[in-house]
């Protein structure tokens, strides 16, 4: 049992059920963060260009090798309540900017670090928050304050960006032309709303086909299924395709209510088959009547219907993912009919060719050349399976920067710069600031630092020495000084084309000072017994 520290004549008073475990005050404080920087040291060795790979092992034995902070908290099986926090906090950073989970993770570790310190000298969980509070709210000003505006139609600017964010993953070789093709696709997509640009992700379609070489993916402005035609004697190729897009099957439906039939003679039997035969050639005469080569639909196709559809020379394609054939429609502008009696020929999609191709061992259909340009399609190749995976995610995050600059239009400089810039300029602010929060905010200084020392580390370098050269650098005004892990020298990351969003940078400083602030607050945990060993003691 777990009783609440408060005593009525000497007797305890037990509020809480039989099997809850409850832990308050420096105790549960220090377990929480000892749970958030022991996810937090997970990353740490991931980060930044130089640093290595985790391989995750799920309970059936299938293996992930990543480097992507997103993709290790998800397939991690973390069973601490204010570690899990963590996780959903990473989540949201990776969905506001898609790029930026360690920075955040490994941020919201340093934090806390500082914090323990902080505590351990009696001072105050509250004025800790609101000290990280003003210094997190000051950061984003200097962010945006030396942000250096772009042209978002500045193709080397944008592969830049996209290259920073590859260069921590395993495409390797590759990652130039990851790049290109990030910034072309990501401008295929770019829409003008309101005066201001928008891109939404979604609109590009990833397919993941193993085998070939990472220099094999493409680039499609249209579509592709991962479905093949229905029929061996239908068309592989139409140009010129006038696509009807069905949600309704081409096949004889089951009736919703059972029925019994009674077949007294085989003639009965040719009579019921001939009758199916006449609705299906009738339904498919309808759609050859609107003028459709094409038929898409997410439902299923009889093989008779396939047979009628083959000789009208029409192509078929189905059970076509609901999302898949919403792409369709948007792509080629065609309607979604769901009754074929109602189909029209201004209901029908177009695009300039509809062929199936053979990738690797698998027929695929690509639908090309259709009325809005701003459909895309990435058809990711790779040696084996994992490689496929891990180059997805590593594309995840640079379509994500791309999308960021392009909708931001503003830049900051990575390897470190960018910190350190915000920690010499927070020291000003911070003799500003009275009473203890000034150091909290020298704490939140000294965690902002430890990102390039980690870098440094990871790289190989002395973390003390780089950061002693970058601050002496940044001393003598120069605001993008950072660190190149390859040579160990500092040098000017904007001129070296290491560049990042000011969201992703921003975003991660966040998300990873809400999870420190949200973690100090709490100064009671209270568990209730799990309903598996309840089960089991009833058993």
Excluded at 98 to 109: E, L, R
Excluded at 183 to 188: C, D, P
Excluded at 210 to 228: A, P
Excluded at 267 to 282: D, T
């Amino acid at each position: 049992m777990a009783a609440l520290p408060l005593e009525t004549m000497g007797v305890p008073v037990i509020i809480l059920k039989e099997g809850t475990s409850r832990s308050y005050g420096k105790e549960a404080v220090r377990s929480n963060i000892m749970a958030v920087r022991a996810i937090a040291e997970i990353l740490k060795t991931t980060y930044g260009p130089k640093g290595m790979d985790k391989m995750l092992v799920d309970s059936l034995g299938d293996i992930t090798i990543t480097n992507d902070g997103a993709t290790i908290l998800d397939k991690l099986d973390i069973q601490h309540p204010a570690a899990k926090m963590l996780v959903q906090i990473a989540k949201g950073q990776d969905e506001e900017a898609g790029d930026g989970t360690k920075t955040s993770v490994i941020f919201a570790g340093e934090l806390l670090k500082e914090g323990e310190k902080l505590l351990a000298s009696n001072i105050h969980p509250t004025i800790i928050v609101e000290g990280y509070k003003k210094a997190l709210e000051k950061a984003v000003e200097i962010i945006n304050e030396i942000a250096k505006p772009i042209d978002v139609n500045d193709t080397e600017i944008l592969k830049k960006i996209a290259l920073t964010s590859l260069n921590s993953k395993a495409v390797g070789e590759a990652a130039d032309y990851f790049a290109e093709i990030a910034v072309e696709a990501v401008r295929s997509i770019t829409e003008e709303r309101d005066g201001k640009r928008y891109v939404d992700l979604n609109n590009i379609q990833i397919i993941k086909k193993h085998g070939g070489s990472l220099m094999d993916t493409k680039l499609i402005k249209g579509i592709v299924l991962d479905k093949e035609v229905v029929h061996p004697d239908m068309p592989k190729r139409v140009e010129n395709a006038k696509i009807a897009v069905l949600d309704a099957p081409l096949e004889i439906e089951k009736p919703e209510i059972d029925l019994e039939i009674s077949l007294t003679s085989p003639e009965h039997i040719k009579r019921l088959l001939e009758k199916q035969e006449r609705i299906l050639a009738e339904k498919v005469e309808k759609i050859a009547k609107t003028g459709a080569n094409v038929v898409i639909t997410q439902k299923g196709i009889d093989e008779v219907a396939q047979h009628f559809l083959a000789k009208h020379g029409i192509m078929a394609v189905r059970r076509v993912k609901r999302s898949d054939i919403e792409k369709i429609a948007r792509a080629t502008g065609a309607n979604i009919v769901t009754n074929i009696d109602d189909l029209k020929p201004e209901d029908l999609g177009y695009a300039e060719l509809v062929e199936e191709r053979k990738v690797g061992e698998d027929k695929m259909i690509f639908i090309e050349g259709t009325k809005d340009s701003k459909s895309v399609t990435i058809l990711i190749r790779g040696g084996f399976e994992r490689l496929v995976e891990e180059a997805d995610r590593a594309l995840h995050d640079a379509l994500s920067a791309v999308a960021d600059a392009v909708m931001d239009g503003k830049i900051v400089a990575g390897g470190g710069a960018t910190e350190t810039e915000v920690a010499r300029k927070l020291r000003e602010f911070a003799k500003s600031v009275p009473g203890k929060e000034q150091l909290a905010i020298e704490a939140f200084i000294r965690a902002l630092e430890s990102l390039p020392q980690i870098l440094a580390y990871n790289a190989g370098l002395d973390p003390v020495e780089i950061l002693m050269k970058l601050r002496s650098a940044h001393e003598e005004g120069k605001v993008w000084a950072g660190i190149d892990v390859n040579t160990g020298e500092i040098v000017d990351m904007m001129e070296k084309g290491v560049i990042e969003p000011v969201r992703v940078k921003s975003n991660a400083f966040k998300a990873g000072t809400e999870a420190a602030t949200l973690i100090l607050r709490i100064d009671d945990v209270i568990a209730a017994r799990k309903t598996e060993e309840k089960e089991q003691k009833e058993k």
